[in-house]
């Protein structure tokens, strides 16, 4: 009876702290999808613990010990637990911008594990399968009970093994924090889940979970704040990180490239037509290169937006005619995107394209000025 008091006072400090995080993401203005996803994570989390606060003062007798109750209390905890564990899924693959899970049908089939256990708890009353009340009021685990514990670990397990395998290839250096961060998410809950399990009566799990969502949220604003919000690419410090690293490591049998991207005429777009325009000019832009890597191993591009009308492309190819493509490439988006939005205005770039010789390093700076100092020829050419 004793532990009552102190097992309901950590979930519901647990809460308390779940809805800091929670009200930090409602109140921020540039919301990613990833924080809206991460912010329903939380809030049924939140259900979650005021679940176990309800099945504590059950078991503690405090508001009564019928059998009703008592499953009322188990089925609760069972769902909102499974439910959380598919949705911290959910969060991580959107994190991680996996098409697939962009589907609502694909959500919905990922969905299929939480609803038959969600069926199985509710029917326990009657069928007994997954846990049931004995003679003397205790409660018993039925004979599928592992199903209980298979599914919100499988699902926390099956996002951790996806992390660590993008985490290991090398080609993504950009995003390996991230998908670290999801790989090592599932640990705490994970040993403190079982050590509740072992002490059931000891609420570990709370802490467990709170530390992790924290740990997520964290991150996410981490790399929030390398995105730049307009275009959503990586910005100028991201782009240093990575080009560094790639300075520094060669790849055998490629080359390292940087292409310069600036918009031609951008000031007369703004004046003309508004600063609003001339943003959706910018974004038509992203989206072109974007495109354009995509064609390529993507893996090996990088894109970032280097300042005002600039945007900046790390890629390693092994020759140069592949850049001169992937410029060209970028050009015929532009124009055909541009044709497709019926914009007022033409929009076109300049492309300063530089080759990093490792037999003679340079610092950073330097090889930026390379492309830069290309990019002012063929501006100098574009602009007549």
Same mark, same amino acid.
């Given at each position: 009876? &004793? *532990?009552?008091?102190?097992?309901? =006072? ?5 809460? +308390? ?5 929670? +009200? ?13 996803? /991460? &912010?329903?994570?939380i809030i049924i989390l939140m259900f979650y613990? $005021? ?9 503690? %007798? +405090?508001?009564?010990?019928?059998? !009703?109750?008592?499953? /009322? ?36 089939? @990922? ?36 199903? /209980? ?17 993008? *985490? ?10 991230? *998908? +670290? ?27 467990? &979970?709170? @530390? ?25 410090? =991201?782009?240093?990180?990575? /080009? ?8 055998? %049998?490629? !080359?390292?490239?940087?292409? #310069? ?17 001339g943003d959706r000019a910018l974004v038509r ?18 894109? !970032?937006?280097?300042? %005002? ?7 390693? #190819? ?8 992937? $410029? ?16 007022? *205005? ?5 492309? %300063?394209?530089? =080759? ?18 290309? @990019? ?9």
């Amino acid at each position: 009876m &004793g *532990y009552v008091f102190y097992y309901c =006072q950590a979930y519901f400090f647990c809460i +308390l702290l779940l809805a800091v995080i929670l +009200l930090k993401i409602v109140k921020s203005v540039n919301k990613q999808a990833s924080q809206i996803y /991460l &912010g329903n994570m939380i809030i049924i989390l939140m259900f979650y613990y $005021a679940a176990e606060i309800f099945w504590g003062l059950v078991d503690g %007798g +405090l508001i009564g010990s019928s059998v !009703s109750l008592i499953y /009322l209390a188990n089925t609760c905890t069972y769902v909102l637990i499974s439910f959380s564990a598919y949705y911290w899924f959910v969060v991580s693959e959107v994190i991680q911008r996996d098409k697939f899970i962009e589907e609502m049908r694909n959500r919905y089939l @990922l969905a299929i594990p939480v609803v038959i256990a969600a069926f199985l708890c509710v029917s326990a009353n009657w069928t007994g399968l997954v846990f049931y009340v004995d003679e003397t009021g205790k409660l018993v685990n039925g004979r599928f009970y592992v199903l /209980l514990i298979i599914v919100p670990f499988g699902y926390m397990i099956a996002a951790s093994i996806k992390a660590f395998s993008r *985490y290991f290839n090398k080609d993504r250096y950009a995003e390996r924090g991230i *998908y +670290l961060m999801i790989a090592i998410f599932p640990s705490a809950p994970i040993l403190l889940g079982i050590l509740q399990a072992i002490y059931w009566r000891i609420p570990f799990l709370c802490y467990g &979970g709170v @530390l992790a969502v924290f740990y997520v949220y964290t991150t996410t604003i981490d790399n929030l704040i390398s995105i730049d919000p307009l275009t959503q690419t990586n910005n100028r410090n =991201q782009m240093y990180r990575y /080009l560094i690293q790639k300075m520094k490591n060669e790849e055998p %049998g490629m !080359s390292l490239f940087l292409l #310069m991207v600036d918009v031609n005429r951008m000031r007369n777009i703004n004046e003309a037509y508004g600063h609003a325009e001339g943003d959706r000019a910018l974004v038509r832009v992203s989206s072109a290169i974007k495109e354009a890597c995509q064609g390529g191993p993507r893996s090996r591009m990088f894109v !970032s937006r280097y300042g %005002g009308d600039e945007f900046v492309i790390v890629a390693e #190819m092994a020759y140069k005619a592949e850049a001169t493509w992937l $410029a060209d490439q970028i050009k015929n988006n532009i124009r055909r995107l541009t044709e497709n939005d019926a914009a007022p *205005y033409d929009v076109s770039v300049s492309i %300063g394209i530089a =080759q990093y010789d490792y037999q003679a390093p340079v610092s950073i700076q330097a090889f930026i000025a390379r492309a830069d100092s290309d @990019l002012y020829q063929n501006k100098k050419l574009a602009m007549g």
